[in-house]
């Protein structure tokens, strides 16, 4: 028998691997949307704090129908999807996974580059299918001499440019404001795309920032440029990037990240100069369990103290 939380309930937004989910289970009673209020289950004035990822909304609704709730704690760094100054103004706390992720994702970064330049899924693919013994396979792009335009140089930038310095290539950044770092600043993204050869996405959707990546900047980039995305798909114009990959106007872009997720019916599919993956730059069990680890270490402390760990500034 599973012994009573000493915590409130939770509602759970959203899938979690198994064990990420069982670690919330062993601290909290979690509820699904379609069980609140059914016979033996908690109902909507007994939830105190919704957990969820960063990939799922939070409707401003959902918030209403809570009239308990105190915390809303994600399992991510992003928050786009948290209607942040509502919840505030509603008494509500959010909380998210800072810096635990930050390897991961940078990691995978690189990974996307440098399957892109060298065709690396299209090469295991042409091994497979059994095409080598019929036909030569096209020629990659080298990385080394490269220039690389980060976009939004934080924690995942840093991190990034750390592993792609080896490589050789030349760092650039923009973002609103000029670091303390060694690497050439833009204050425009435009100027930052025409300067570079590979353009890598790591600053944070919402409104700020959301189409910034779009038909001009891809025409920056020009037709040798290279395009990854691991922030969020709202910065880009997904219909002026397909078109600019379609049109070889840009050489090929690698993401992450979609307008809509998971992605479904995309022309992007069918383009054969991308490279794409399911919103798992954070996806590895290491990573995950300690992104659980502190989105419930900020649950607990803040029904303890109510005060979290890291609560969105
Ligand atoms: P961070 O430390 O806050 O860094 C964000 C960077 O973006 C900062 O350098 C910031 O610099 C810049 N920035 C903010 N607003 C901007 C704007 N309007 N235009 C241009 N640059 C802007 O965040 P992080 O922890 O590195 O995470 C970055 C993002 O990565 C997250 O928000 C999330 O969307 C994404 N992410 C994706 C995955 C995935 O699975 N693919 C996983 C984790 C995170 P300034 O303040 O100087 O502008």
């Not at 699904?32 to 908690?42: I, S």
């Not at 960063?54 to 129908?65: F, K, P, T, V």
């Not at 794409?276 to 419930?296: F, K």
Request: charged share 20%.
């Amino acid at each position: 028998m599973i012994a009573p939380s000493r915590f409130p309930p939770l509602l759970k937004v959203g899938v979690f691997p198994d064990p990420v989910e069982q670690a919330l289970r062993d601290v909290f009673t979690l509820v699904e949307l379609d069980e609140l209020g059914l016979a033996g289950r908690p109902g909507h004035d007994e939830i105190a704090g919704i957990v969820t990822r960063s990939n799922y909304r939070i409707s401003r609704e959902l918030i209403d129908q809570l009239p308990g709730l105190r915390i809303i704690s994600t399992n991510g760094v992003g928050y786009d999807g948290i209607p942040l100054d509502y919840a505030r103004r509603k008494g509500v706390i959010v909380t998210n996974t800072p810096e635990v992720l930050n390897e991961a994702v940078a990691e995978m970064a690189v990974g996307l580059l440098l399957a892109l330049l060298r065709h690396i899924p299209r090469a295991d693919a042409f091994v497979k299918e059994g095409a080598w013994t019929t036909m030569p396979f096209p020629l990659g792009t080298t990385l080394a001499g490269k220039k690389v335009g980060i976009v939004g140089l934080g924690r995942i930038g840093k991190e990034i440019v750390k592993r792609l310095l080896p490589f050789r290539v030349e760092v650039a950044y923009f973002g609103r404001s000029r670091q303390d770092a060694e690497w050439m600043y833009f204050d425009d993204v435009n100027r930052l795309a025409a300067h570079a050869d590979i353009l890598i996405l790591c600053c944070p959707g919402g409104p700020e920032t959301y189409g910034m990546i779009d038909a001009g900047v891809l025409r920056s980039l020009g037709p040798s440029g290279f395009l990854v995305n691991i922030a969020r798909g709202s910065v880009v114009n997904e219909s002026d990037l397909y078109r600019a990959l379609a049109d070889r106007t840009v050489a090929g872009a690698a993401l992450d990240v979609f307008n809509h997720e998971p992605l479904d019916a995309s022309p992007l599919r069918r383009l054969d100069n991308v490279v794409l993956a399911p919103h798992v730059g954070s996806a590895t069990r290491e990573t995950r369990m300690q992104m659980a680890a502190l989105a419930i270490d900020n649950l607990c402390r803040f029904f303890d103290t109510g005060s979290a760990v890291t609560p969105v500034p």
